[in-house]
């Protein structure tokens, strides 16, 4: 019986793993695909005007790429950005490693 307790407490704590993972890789990752998806929508809005879609990603190329360095010049923007992430690494590591109390309270 001990032997199950330690192998659901080992299933779980593998399942909050891979929950945090995966939460730390979709945060990450909409910080990356945020810009090229207002580069997509902005073609798509001039496309609306009559703009082709060629001539509206060279000019919404380079709008975008303004409005990141206004972000980036912003003061503790992206420093806070950036700590959020390692917030959510962190809580996970943590949440992760609780459950070796378990485990061994289970042996």
Do not use: H, S, W
Request: charged share 10%; net charge positive; glycine share 8%.
């Amino acid at each position: 019986m001990k032997n199950l307790n330690v192998a659901l407490v080992r299933l779980l704590q593998f399942v909050v793993f891979v929950l945090f993972t995966f939460i730390v890789l979709v945060y990450f990752g909409t910080m990356i695909l945020l810009p090229l998806d207002m580069v997509v929508l902005m073609t798509k809005f001039l496309n609306v005007f009559g703009i082709g879609t060629l001539f509206g990603a060279i000019v919404a190329v380079p709008v975008v790429a303004y409005l990141g360095k206004i972000v980036y010049n912003t003061p503790g923007l992206i420093q806070m950005i950036v700590d959020n992430g390692i917030d959510l690494v962190n809580l996970g590591k943590q949440r992760v490693e609780a459950f070796n109390k378990f485990a061994d309270a289970a042996k």
